[in-house]
Every structure is written in structure tokens, then in C-alpha cells.
């Protein structure tokens, strides 16, 4: 049966949606299902890291076995996300007989629906189908979105052809293959180490954001913006490179490794993290890597979510009058371990606002430390997770008391919190 697709916006918000398979395809077209609130019920015996994390957080539900027609119970819509032929037909005949549309990674033509290539606009949702052709999708999607950027006054950026074999455009930082090294001998590619910002999409740069639409392999963190994944092209090798806190995580140096030999051939790579690639991100580490491999390594700075999540629950890192200072720390590590390096008894003499990363399984080590050494009690403080995301919650509290507030609340990693008097600086 062929014919033109029917182009349909679907509100899911409290639907049942399927996912079948739990690997990079799925990795990548889930963080848009939940953004549209469907239920969504993955099936798979194995998740990655990132999907996991979704289910971590409550976000959907797991069946960690292969999939039964039953499955399909009250579903609305089902994708998938396998690259076994026989099992994904299964799929397709058991959607087929409940009369529910069928998106197929395996077999576009054996689909019922497509997923377009889809690019936001703030409350602009623009999607393209390409008669089949994913490529020529992309190519519309991305320069509709140039269109949208130029009429909101924005950057359009610069021609991608800025980023040569050399490695940036002038005036951009980079790290050319060191000096003596003969690259001609084989195809070399580049290496991108770009900041994807907080969570929100909308908050990586321009700069970022193009070189993604060039990438032929990402490797990317859990605490990216799953929707920029859900803009690749379906023919980019997505490494899922999610380090859960205290979790599971790929080793840093297999991370290593994979930027360069991806970058050996030829590839050009992006090595998309959250926030920002140095702050708290070894980027430094994998820059050294590649410099030390003779691969090109271009870096592209990200909004840390140090700064822009209070600033996204109402609290100014610093505010006239009240912090002349704003300190960021991680606090991965517990105060009284030898293997941190933060002195903490100094940072409690501080005036000024101290933002804390990764401190949230730490935070009443932590809170007790200063306060022990001279910070009151009674100092304002704030916990807000999975800021500027749809997802984000906070609390306001003391220093004294946010460590049993934050578990009262329920609130899990990732998390920043904020101590000082900034904290209520814009209160009504």
C-alpha cells in the first residue's frame, strides 16, 4: 500500500506508549516521548545507562524481558527501536491486530508511522517528513530552524565548513595535532568537545548545536538533553558514554580511547556533556588524549548549571548588596575523606554565596562541616533538581536543616545546591 504520509501532531500526555528495545535507538527517541507526558512502558532485557536513569527516576516503567503481544494493552502508539527483523515484524503484525500506529527503526516501509525530523522553537514544533529519505529531512529541519533562529534576532552561526581539518575557525579555540607528527599517513578526523548546558535544549549554543548537525558519532553523557539526541541524524553512531552517579560507568579512559580511534577514522566526532566540558566534566582529560594522539580537538563552552539552574528557580549567584562572591565546588567527595581537596573549614569563613555540584549524597557531611566551623545554621539555602528542565523541583531551607529537607522531599542527583543570603534576594 503506498500513498503520501498523513502529517499528525499526537498529544500523548497520560497515553500509553510502547517502546520496544532498550539500546541507542531507544536511548535517543524516548526523552521526546516523555517530554510530549506519555506513559511510556519500555521493553527490553537491557537498558542503557541513560535509560536507566529514566527509570531511576520513576520517569517510566521497565519489563526487563523480550516482548509479548500483551504488551500492547491500552497502548496508544508503539516504536520499535530493534535491529532484529523477525522480532520487530512480530512487533509490527501484534500492532497491526490491536489497530496501533507502528514506528519501525529496522524497516521504514514496513512501518505505519514515521517519526519526522523535528526541531523546537520555544512553543514552535516544526516536523518534516522527507518522503523516506532521513537525510533530506534533516537538511529541511535544519535550515528551517537557521529561519527560525534569524527571526528571533539570534546568531544563524557560521557555515560548517569553519570547522576544517585544522580543527576551529580562527579565533576559536583548539588543539592541532602536536608538532613533528605526520597525520597524512591516514585519514584524520576532529574532535568536538561541546557543552550541551543544564537540560534545557534550547540552552546549548549556536556554536554547539551546528557542530552536532555535522557529527558523524556522539558520545554522549546521561545528563545531556535527551531531545538533542532525538535531532540526530539516524545514521550518527550514538556511544552512550552515561556515568550514573555511584553507578555504572565506562571507564574515562575507554572514553578516551573511543573519541580517538573513532577520530583515526576519519570521523568527526562530538563528545557532548551536560553543563559545561570543564567544570566538573574532565574535558581536560580527553583534550590531553586527543592532543596526545595527533587528533584536532575543537571546545566549545557550554552554560555550567552552576550559574543558570539558580538562576532558573529564582536565585541569583550573587545580588548588590547582599554577595559579592559566588564559589563553585564540587562535593562528590566527603568533607573528612582524604581524598578531597576542598577545605571546607575556609570556605565557611566566606560571605559570599557557595554553589555546590554533585553534593547532594554528601550534603548533610557537608552542611554540619560548616556549620561547625563558623557558617550559621540559619544561612538560606536551596535545593533545586534537574533545573530548567520540565522535571525540576526545589526546595527552600537553612543551612541547618536542608540536608533532613532535601530527604523529607525525595529529591535525588542531579541536584545543585545554593547556600547564602542570595537565596531569598528576589523574594516579593
Not at 556522539?218 to 552512550?240: F, K, M, Q, S, T
Not at 552552576?306 to 547582599?322: D, E, F, K, L, Q
Not at 571546607?344 to 550534603?363: C, F, H, Q
Amino acid at each position: 500500500m503506498s500513498g503520501s504520509p498523513y502529517p499528525l501532531g499526537l498529544r500523548l500526555a497520560g497515553r500509553r506508549v510502547v517502546v520496544v528495545g532498550g539500546g541507542a535507538v531507544a536511548t535517543r527517541r524516548v526523552p521526546a516521548l516523555l517530554d510530549a507526558g506519555a506513559d511510556v512502558l519500555l521493553v527490553a532485557p537491557e537498558l542503557t545507562p541513560a535509560l536507566r536513569a529514566h527509570v531511576d527516576a520513576g520517569r517510566l516503567r521497565w519489563e526487563p524481558r523480550r516482548f509479548v503481544p500483551d504488551d500492547l494493552d491500552g497502548a496508544w502508539l508503539v516504536q520499535v527501536a530493534v535491529d532484529d527483523r523477525v522480532a520487530a515484524a512480530a512487533v509490527s503484525a501484534a500492532a497491526a491486530e490491536r489497530r496501533i500506529f507502528c514506528v519501525r527503526a529496522d524497516d521504514r516501509a514496513a512501518a505505519t508511522a514515521w517519526t519526522p525530523a523535528v526541531t523546537r522553537h520555544g512553543p514552535v514544533t516544526v516536523a518534516v517528513l522527507g518522503g523516506g529519505d532521513p537525510r533530506r529531512a534533516m537538511s529541511v529541519r535544519d535550515a528551517v530552524r537557521e529561519l527560525l533562529a534569524a527571526g528571533a534576532g539570534q546568531p544563524a552561526g557560521e557555515p560548517a565548513a569553519a570547522d576544517a581539518a585544522a580543527g576551529a575557525a580562527p579565533g576559536r579555540p583548539s588543539v592541532p595535532a602536536p608538532g613533528g607528527r605526520d597525520t597524512d599517513a591516514a585519514p584524520v578526523g576532529r574532535v568536538a568537545l561541546v557543552g550541551a548546558g543544564p537540560g534545557d535544549p534550547e540552552l546549548i549554543t549556536v556554536r554547539g548545536w551546528r557542530l552536532l548537525t555535522e557529527a558523524e558519532v556522539v558520545v554522549a553523557d546521561r545528563l545531556v538533553p535527551g531531545l538533542l539526541l532525538d535531532e540526530l541524524r539516524p545514521d550518527v553512531e550514538l556511544v552512550d558514554a552515561s556515568k550514573i552517579p555511584y553507578g555504572p560507568s565506562r571507564a574515562q579512559e575507554e572514553i578516551n580511547r573511543i573519541l580517538v580511534d573513532r577520530a583515526r577514522a576519519g570521523k568527526v566526532v562530538v563528545r557532548l556533556k551536560g553543563g559545561d566540558p570543564y567544570v566538573f566534566g574532565r574535558g581536560g582529560e580527553e583534550l590531553l588524549a586527543c592532543a596526545e594522539a595527533g587528533v584536532p580537538v575543537t571546545v566549545v563552552p557550554g552554560v555550567t548549571s552552576a550559574i543558570s539552574v539558580p538562576a532558573a528557580a529564582g536565585v541569583p549567584v550573587t545580588h548588590r548588596a547582599v554577595a559579592h562572591e559566588f564559589t563553585v565546588v564540587s562535593g562528590h567527595v566527603a568533607p573528612d575523606s582524604p581524598a578531597s581537596l576542598v577545605r571546607w573549614e575556609s570556605l565557611a569563613g566566606l560571605r559570599g554565596t557557595l554553589v555546590i555540584l554533585m553534593g547532594l549524597k554528601n550534603l548533610a557531611a557537608i552542611s554540619a562541616t560548616l556549620v561547625a566551623h563558623g557558617r550559621p545554621a540559619e544561612t538560606p539555602a536551596a535545593v533545586i533538581q534537574e533545573g530548567t528542565t520540565t522535571a525540576q523541583r526545589a526546595i527552600r531551607s537553612t543551612l541547618g536543616t536542608v540536608a533532613a529537607d532535601v530527604e523529607a522531599a525525595g529529591l535525588r542527583p542531579p541536584a545543585i545546591v545554593v547556600i547564602g543570603d542570595v537565596v531569598g534576594a528576589l523574594d516579593a
